[in-house]
């Protein structure tokens, strides 16, 4: 790149200026696909109803290589290692019950998540606690670490902007660090109208989603462990999609999004040997693009698989939930 002077002076714009044309990619790196990225991620949702934490505990499975069947089958693993939880709400004798009876996981005793027992003592606007936090994260370098909830974690005024992310910006840094996903789950005010919940209905100030990587907005639905998830991230696209949970009284039903209209559709054609796109889109009479992309997102699901270059159903018992 061209050198430029003043008075007289060379200063090379070499080491002080990049083309961005030349600059290194830096896209997210998901610890979860589409869903947990490396950084700060924040869960928001309303106290009750919401299963923030839940979501939380089923996340913190999968990360630490326990089967989980809760979540949508395409929110996937990258990357397994140790998670440390942070549980300013339950003890680890609750956690336990969720991921056991809730969530059905079974558990072992490897040291894969991990619970504090004093948590109360690490306070985000502690310097000491902070230190003794960091000590635990440099020895033994988790791959997610789990606080909940945000309220809990600190004393400060939650509508000051400054002080806010000054507690949580260290965090996001020894995240991006050392490629770990933090995941803060925070509650939302109390809406006085019937609609979902927006990220700036959360409680304190709306300054610290500059500083996430994810933001993920919960709204409860019409049907119990139904939730509309919207989901922001700093460099990816965004979704929103509703998803029911199979947690508690359906413990061992796959979590997935909710099926549209298009997706039955789909499901009763390729029962009736419809197995191409071109055959789906031709005897459904729809766009080949938004075929595709509901195949894809079906077949993400688990809900087909292809053989010898024909979809098929994986199980015949989905039409009966379409």
């Known amino acids: 790149m061209t050198d430029e002077t003043e008075g007289g002076q060379l200063y090379p714009i070499d080491g002080h200026f990049v083309d961005v044309a030349r600059a290194d990619r830096s896209p997210p790196n998901f610890i979860i696909e589409g869903l947990i990225p490396e950084g700060l991620t924040v869960i928001i949702g309303p106290p009750k109803d919401s299963y923030k934490s839940t979501i939380a505990d089923a996340i913190a499975a999968l990360v630490a290589g326990f089967p989980c069947a809760a979540l949508p ?7 397994h290692g140790p998670v440390m939880i942070f549980p300013y709400e ?9 991921l056991e009876d809730g969530i059905g996981v079974v558990l072992e005793a490897n040291e894969s998540i991990m619970i504090s027992l004093d948590t109360d003592t690490y306070r985000l606007d502690d310097e000491d606690a902070i230190e003794q936090m960091m000590f635990w994260l440099e020895a033994r370098k988790p791959t997610m670490v789990i606080l909940d909830p945000l309220a809990n974690a600190h004393s400060l005024e939650e509508k000051d902007a400054a002080k806010m992310i000054h507690i949580l910006a260290p965090l996001r840094k020894w995240g991006k660090d050392h490629g770990t996903a933090f995941v803060v789950v925070h509650h939302t005010r109390k809406l006085s109208e019937e609609r979902a919940y927006r990220a700036d ?3 304190g100030t709306s300054a610290i989603f500059g500083l996430c990587d994810g933001i993920l907005v919960i ?12 989901a922001k991230f700093k460099r990816h696209q965004p979704w929103n999609k509703t998803i029911m949970l199979g947690v508690w009284d359906r413990k061992g039903i796959q979590g997935g999004e909710l099926l549209r209209e298009i997706d039955k559709m789909i499901l009763n054609a390729v029962a009736h040997e419809y197995g191409t796109l071109s055959q789906i889109s031709e ?8 075929v595709g992309e509901r ?5 993400k699901n688990g809900l087909l698989v292809e053989r010898k270059g024909r979809l098929r159903l994986t199980n015949s018992k989905i039409l009966e939930v379409a």
Request: no cysteine; proline share 2%.
């Open 90 to 98: 339950a003890d680890a004798g609750e956690h336990r019950v969720t």
């Open 283 to 290: 005897h459904l009479a729809l766009n080949e693009k938004n």
């Open 219 to 230: 709204t409860p639905g019409k049907k119990q462990y139904e939730l509309m998830i919207d």
């Open 73 to 79: 089958l395409e929110w996937k693993a990258n990357r």
């Open 201 to 203: 209905d959360a409680r």
């Open 295 to 299: 195949l894809l997102k079906l077949t």
